[in-house]
């Protein structure tokens, strides 16, 4: 429950900070203008017109740990495009591959000489033997999906309340919990998410949902012997952030070996956790474990691996079904130019020093950000997955997704962004997610640190 008077105070301080935005971004307030004759909302993706600032921050130009807006405004990026540049804007690696392969041809249907040199670097770096490519995270989540069907012959999903693949529409539910679904001492009852635009089927019917780390809920529903696969991330990252219990992505494997089910790990975001992702350095090995946003240095690119039993099963599979479409892939994946960009990331961008910067720079992040909170006597936590940090408004870091949504506040979240914001620091929409890249470095902490202080003592006057 938060104080009445910082919610007071924060009411104020959004008024406030919301004129002073306008004031400060008029050639922004021209491009939204322009933008709103073709666009939707005025924005190429409607939900960029959902930040919170009274128009889109149009930006300009983006490089390492910062970008500028439209008005010429510098911002250090905490947000690092919701990962898609945890590696940093533009990194040289990528730029110079991507210059290389411009006058080389984009695109093809063909596999290019590129390809074998990418399937090692994925093997090496996440150390699974085989690989997929798709373009995004949602999609390859989406063929994932179908494959865990195609290969177990079962129809179910499982997935955790709070959770989010991409826009998938298998994985858009929620848990909801009624008076009638209580009694039935099941947790809830699994339904399409409420916000879900133009869905008509009902999602309930395939998906399961139960919450994080709870191995009964788990282990009661992987026992009726109809679950496919269970599709997580390692820990909730978007719903606030929610860590694992100790061993219990461990008791997923152990569990989903025991039902014959498939356990699918998306490592989209937990790719902050160290180099290789969480799995990885946790020494867990899942059937397919997914990868989307930085792969490819910001660039459009995803992939999926697997095991070599899993790649055994996917070709009797697919050899087993009738030739035509599988509805797995699409036209443009694996093009030349994503190849390239891959290749860079992974062998010269994503490199040992740089998490190691990142976890040492995110470390100290936590540090000083938790050393403000308790200065200013606030029941509040960061909780911190490798490079990636979330404030969240309890004072311990929430188990599952409930406590997570009960600790929210949405005027307070606002607040404290366009705070940051209006003095050149972006933190991640929708929630509040810092993470540190390669490029950031200890004058970009100061900023965020000093403005978050002011910003706590605003809160609190
Ligand atoms: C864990 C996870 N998986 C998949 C996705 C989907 O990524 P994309 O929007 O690039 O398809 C996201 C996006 O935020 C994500 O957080």
Redesign the pocket.
Known sequence: MLNANIVKNAIEILAYERTNYLKLHPRSIAFSAKANQHFLYGVPMHWMNDWGTPVPLFVQQAQGAHFSCADDIDYTDFCLG?TGAMFGHSPLPVAKAIAAQANSGYTTMLPSTLAPNVGEALAEHFGLPYWQLAT????A?RFVLRWARAVTGRQKLLVFDGC????IDDTMVDMVISDDTMADAIEGKTANRASLLGQVYDLGLHTVTVPFNDAEAVERELAKGNIACVLT?PAL??CGMVLPKAGFIKILRDLTKKYGSLLVL?E??TISTGRGGWAKANHVTPDFL?I??PIAGGLPA?AYGFSTEMAARMKTAKDSAPSGHSGIGTTLSGNMMTLAAIHATLTEVATAEAYTHMLTMAEELERQLTASINSHKLPWNITRLGARLELQFCAETPKNAQEARDAQNETLESAIHLYLLNRGVLLTPFHNMMLVCPATNNADLNLLIRVFNDCLDALTA
């Open positions: 919701d995004t995270a949602t999609d989540n989010y693949h991409g826009t991330e990252t978007n998306d989209t975001h997914v989307g946003k995803s």
